[in-house]
């Protein structure tokens, strides 16, 4: 059966500009790391990318190395594009990465011009697509001049095999460098893709977002459920099935009696919001106007529901962020 997507799916979802680009981003995004390689049904995913486009989830996130196996996300990815979302292509912004490990040789990973060009066209073979909307160098590389890296993505735009860059796990001070040099170029630095969550203050600590305001990108996190513990999974246990049991990203440690504690208080809290802990978790990690979007992972249907329906209620008074401080810092 040919899908045709919800006639309101953009009645909800609250949409963001990314700095001071012309692009607005879905405050909440799908993110294809781990879901969506070849190790789950293709008709799952089939089911929970429609479902996120019919809530309005116009942004879906990959890399060239997510799946299991690295690749697979994409190319899974891309049969949805074929059989599915086809006619759609121009509501839906879809991006990929590259700086990690994907082949073997020394052009196999990092930032070089050579590995951001191949592993770009790479994807797009993968993805059957022309071109991505946002293309992000994954990491900093120590090695290679940064000029050579943000010149590979200024080099990348002008092709037009992407229409926006971006970086990932970059600092402020990167962030600042990165955006001078693009500046320079032309190309606009669109976004940064941090790891940020209640249990991970880092970008705090560093003034990302001042750094990002300052130049003019936006803000797109990734974990801000760190790796699903910021949820109900885990209240009651540790199922056989989740990520902790079957994750090299996560795992029973980190689950210890401390970190359980603070998980059951900010449950607390969130139940007093009339919400789910992973949706008060994502509506605080957007609560600042200048976070974009957050980037979620989803393994069926009804958690996908559960996420985006954290964007209903985004407000915080300052008690409940006072509380949310007090259980999860320290």
Partial sequence: MSYLPADD?????????????????????????????????????????????DLGVTHFDLANNYGPPAGSAEENFGRLLASDLKPYRDEIVVSSKAGYYMWPGPYGEWGSRKNLVASLDQSLARLGLDYVDVFYHHRPDPDTPLEETMGALDAIVRSGKALYVGVSNYTSEQVRAA??????????????????????????????LDALEEVGAGCIVFSPLEQGVLTDRYLKGVPADSRAKTSHFLNEDSLDEQTM?????????????????????????LRDERMTSVIIGASS????????????NLDFTADELAAIDAASIG
Avoid: C
């Fill in 9 to 53: 799916r953009y009645e909800s979802m609250p949409y963001r500009r990314s700095g001071r680009s012309g692009l607005r981003l879905p405050a909440i995004s799908l993110g294809l790391w781990h879901n969506f390689g070849h190790t789950r049904p293709l008709e799952t995913q089939r089911e929970i990318v429609r479902r996120a486009f």
């Fill in 179 to 208: 955006a001078a040099i693009l500046r320079d170029l032309g190309t606009p630095l669109l976004i940064d893709q941090p790891r940020y969550s209640m249990f991970d203050r880092r970008i705090e600590e560093d003034g990302l």
């Fill in 261 to 285: 504690s603070k998980v059951k208080a900010l449950n607390e809290i969130a139940a007093a919001r009339g919400q789910s802990l992973a949706q008060t978790a994502l509506a605080w990690a």
């Fill in 301 to 312: 249907v009804r958690q996908l529901e559960d996420n985006v329906a954290a964007t209903a």
